[in-house]
Nanobody, 124 residues
Framework: QVQLVESGGGLVQAGGSLRLSCAASGRTFRSYAMGWFRQAPGKEREFVAG????????YYADSVKGRFTISRDNAKNTVYLQMNSLKPEDTAVYYCAASPNYSPLSNSGTWVDWGQGTQVTVSS
């Protein structure tokens, strides 16, 4: 099991940037693939981006491709989501998640541990 704590959310104007961080506890962090999800009010949680355990492979939802970048630092047990050119429709609670078997190549896997979420609000 991995405990996850997100940070870095906030209020930003459209066109601005934010970087989210997700700190993980536990010595097994580097054996997990990691992902970011988001949930807007009245909508279902949706996948945003995923990264392999090594950081060598990534996958993005079409809605964020070219604007968001997922990365990880296994020495710091942290995964990041750099968000640029933010739009009002990016407003949501953002969650990080851990998976023992997710593959960015197929964009499939089981997400077993979740953080509590951090709010991102983009004003127009």
């Amino acid at each position: 099991q991995v405990q996850l704590v997100e940070s870095g959310g906030g209020l930003v104007q459209a066109g601005g940037s934010l970087r989210l961080s997700c700190a993980a506890s536990g010595r097994t962090f580097r054996s997990y693939a990691m992902g970011w999800f988001r949930q807007a009010p009245g909508k279902e949680r949706e996948f945003v981006a995923g990264i392999s355990w090594s950081g060598g492979s990534t996958y993005y939802a079409d809605s964020v491709k070219g604007r968001f970048t997922i990365s990880r630092d296994n020495a710091k047990n942290t995964v990041y989501l750099q968000m640029n050119s933010l739009k009002p429709e990016d407003t949501a609670v953002y969650y990080c998640a851990a998976s023992p078997n997710y593959s960015p190549l197929s964009n499939s896997g089981t997400w077993v541990d979740w953080g509590q979420g951090t709010q991102v609000t983009v004003s127009s």
